[in-house]
């Protein structure tokens, strides 16, 4: 697979994006952490926008692992007509508590991604869980973006463990981390559904910089996606 996906924080990078055929359109506030979540208006904005040219995704934010404010904050952002809700999965022993309680909102009809990070150790095990709790899919990203990604932290071989459980237990897989162009190459033979970015795709490689339409011309080039 070499589908990709884009972080994106406003409707400039929105529109920036769009014109680039992006395979997901991922909202974020790269300012407030891994999976910094944007003001729900601004989501709605970006989903009135993109206007179902590609699906989107959006975080709730670096939250604690305590189930009932991660249901809430799930909540809010579904309503915001995202087609997936992504959730950073924190080392805590309170994980699968949140993963059982938000399998309702699954049942409902919400697209749920459990993100969880290479360099705080990931827990594969939690994929069953994911698997049971009605998940759509599940990531791999970093959690500290201290100019290591994900390479650093994972082997190629643990890497493609991963995306086997997940493809195993039915999921969507997706891969992420301050990912380079160089290590494209290393990951698609993964075969994982999709490869997220957003520091490599940003002025001077800074994710809290704006995006760089040059960096996302050489991707599609990198991806075999002209
Ligand atoms: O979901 C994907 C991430 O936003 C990737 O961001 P990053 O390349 O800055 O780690």
Same mark, same amino acid.
Request: proline share 4%; glycine share 10%; with cysteine.
């Given at each position: 697979m070499n589908r990709w996906l884009v972080?994106?924080?406003n409707l400039e990078e929105v529109t920036t994006v769009l014109a680039e055929g992006p395979d997901?359109?991922?909202?974020?506030?790269?300012?407030?952490?891994?999976?910094?979540?944007?003001?729900?208006?601004?989501?709605? /904005?970006? *989903?009135? =926008?993109? &206007?179902?040219?590609?699906?989107?995704?959006?975080?709730?934010?670096?939250?604690?692992?305590k189930p009932a404010p991660i249901c809430h904050a799930v909540e809010q952002i579904a309503a915001t007509?995202?087609?997936y809700v992504k959730i950073g999965l924190f080392p805590d022993g309170r994980v699968p508590d949140c993963l059982v309680a938000l399998q309702p909102?699954?049942? /409902?009809? *919400?697209? =749920?991604? &459990?993100?969880?990070?290479?360099?705080?150790?990931p827990n594969?095990?939690?994929?069953s869980l994911m698997q049971q709790a009605g998940f759509t899919g599940a990531m791999l990203d970093?959690?500290?973006?201290?100019?290591?990604?994900?390479?650093s932290h994972l082997s190629l071989a643990e890497l493609s463990g991963f995306v086997q459980a997940v493809r195993s237990g039915g999921l969507v897989s997706g891969l992420a981390g301050s990912l380079s162009f160089e290590d494209i190459p290393k990951l698609l033979p993964l075969g994982a559904d999709y490869l997220g970015?957003?520091?490599?795709l940003c002025?001077?490689?800074?994710?809290?910089?704006?995006?760089?339409?040059?960096?996302?011309?050489?991707?599609?080039?990198?991806?075999?996606r002209r």
């Open positions: 972080s994106v924080r997901i359109i991922d909202l974020k506030e790269p300012k407030e952490g891994a999976l910094g979540a944007l003001p729900s208006e601004t989501i709605c /904005q970006a *989903v009135g =926008l993109i &206007g179902g040219r590609c699906p989107t995704s959006a975080t709730i934010g670096d939250l604690s692992m007509g995202v087609n909102l699954a049942v /409902q009809g *919400v697209s =749920l991604v &459990g993100v969880m990070f290479a360099d705080k150790q594969f095990s939690w994929i970093t959690a500290t973006k201290d100019g290591r990604n994900l390479l970015f957003r520091s490599a002025c001077a490689g800074q994710r809290q910089s704006s995006l760089d339409p040059k960096a996302i011309v050489l991707l599609k080039r990198a991806l075999n």
